[in-house]
Structure formats: structure tokens, C-alpha cells
């Protein structure tokens, strides 16, 4: 099974950058790396996608190794309303199932 | 925008009840899925559907069943509701994968409490 690994929590002062590693080690040749973000009573909504190399849109960056057995999804200049949880998706579980979401990051940003 | 609805934000049911959750989207979304979030654990899926009718077993299906008569409407059934069905439920919708090229559209999530 598939899976992967992100660490539980971090916590970032206002302004800063913010650097959220995930391992997937048995991502899978064709799959692409995706992170979701999560506020409080709200579903999970999609933040960045990316395949190999640097991926940057309007909300983030996401940094992928040649190897692609880890990304880093990057916040520049986090302010308080970045507080939230964020999940990669980098496996699939058994047989035909869609990528799976770990148990996520929560950030916290302090002001 | 898309839009992922879902029929209720908060219920409460008893021990031993038949309960639906309901999910509707309006993106003509081939995908659907059907995922409980508890502390700690993230999100695990349920089942998943690719197409009308046609459904898949996800991570934890064990105490579920899932309905896909139309397109836009994925119901997720509890036949005996117990305790340890408490959770926070989410749907969510997506356009066809390609590699795991897709973006998932969730709802806002229903709060189900099984007393």
C-alpha cells in the first residue's frame, strides 16, 4: 500500500517562508504529486499539481526531485490565513484505488 | 464554480439506524468519492465510483454500501449506523484520471454523530 509521509505539524511567524516536505516513495511512473489545503469545517481544496522539476502558481511552489520519491510544497511570506492543514497525495492504496491522502500538515502561523 | 453539495452539515442518528448521506455535483463529473476524516487519521476513502453504476471498494468499506443511479449523485448508506461511524464525511468529484492528473472537488462535509 502506498503511502506517504509528511510531518505531523510545524509552526511559521507571519511573513515567512514555509517549506512542507512529503516522502512517496512507491509513487507510482505515471502519477503526478498533488497537495490540497484545509481550513476549519471546510473541505479539502486543491492548492498545486506537479509532475517533475518546479511547479509554481499563484498560491505556492512545489519542488520535486529528479527521483520524484519527495516534494516540497513552498508558501512564500505566509500571513495568519495560511493556517490550515495541508495533504499530499504522491500513492495509490491497493488495486485500481485513486491516490491516497495522508494525515496531512497542520501549520500554524503566529503573529 | 464547481459546486460539491451535500444534504446535510450536521446529523445525529441512533445506534443500529439506516442512514444516507447524500452528494450531488453540477461539473458533469465522471468521478465520485465518498471519504470519513477523524483526528489524527486524515482522510481515508470509503468507495469511489468512475461511472453510473459502477462502484469501487476504497480503504475502509467495511459497514458502508454506495448508490450512483445518475451521474451527479453519489449516496453514501450506513445500513446499521454504530458508534464508531461518527465521523466527519466528505464528498468529493473529479474529472477523469489521467495518471493522477486530476483535481478533486470537495463538499463542505457532513458531521455525523451515532449515539
Known amino acids: 500500500l502506498a503511502k506517504t509521509t509528511q510531518p505531523i505539524s510545524m509552526d511559521s511567524y507571519e511573513g515567512q517562508e514555509v517549506n512542507i516536505t512529503c516522502s512517496h516513495n512507491n509513487i507510482a511512473t505515471n502519477d503526478y504529486i498533488t497537495w490540497y489545503q484545509q481550513f476549519p469545517s471546510q473541505g479539502p481544496r486543491f492548492i498545486i499539481q506537479?509532475?517533475?522539476t518546479k511547479v509554481t502558481n499563484e498560491v505556492a511552489s512545489l519542488f520535486i526531485p529528479a527521483d520524484r520519491k519527495s516534494s516540497t510544497l513552498s508558501l512564500p511570506r505566509v500571513s495568519l490565513s495560511d493556517t490550515a492543514v495541508y495533504y499530499c497525495?504522491?500513492?495509490?492504496?491497493?488495486?485500481?484505488?485513486?491516490?491516497?491522502f495522508g494525515k496531512g500538515t497542520r501549520l500554524s502561523v503566529i503573529a | 464554480d464547481v459546486k460539491v453539495t451535500q444534504s446535510s452539515r450536521y446529523l445525529v442518528k441512533r445506534t443500529g439506524e439506516k442512514v444516507f448521506l447524500e452528494c450531488v455535483q453540477d461539473?458533469?463529473?465522471?468521478?465520485m468519492f465518498w471519504y470519513r476524516q477523524d483526528p489524527g487519521l486524515g482522510l481515508r476513502l470509503i468507495y469511489f465510483?468512475?461511472?453510473?453504476?459502477?462502484?469501487e471498494k476504497g480503504d475502509i468499506p467495511e459497514g458502508y454500501s454506495v448508490s450512483r443511479e445518475k451521474k451527479e449523485r453519489f449516496s453514501l448508506i450506513l445500513e446499521s449506523a454504530s458508534t464508531n461511524q461518527t465521523s466527519m464525511y466528505l464528498c468529493?468529484?473529479?474529472?477523469?484520471?489521467?495518471?493522477?492528473?486530476?483535481?478533486?472537488?470537495f463538499g463542505p462535509g457532513t458531521r455525523l454523530t451515532v449515539t
Open positions: 497525495l504522491g500513492g495509490r492504496g491497493a488495486g485500481n484505488t485513486p491516490l491516497v
Open positions: 461539473m458533469d463529473h465522471e468521478n
Open positions: 465510483s468512475y461511472d453510473v453504476k459502477m462502484k
Open positions: 506537479g509532475y517533475k
Open positions: 468529493a468529484s473529479s474529472s477523469v484520471t489521467l495518471g493522477g492528473q486530476y483535481e478533486q472537488y
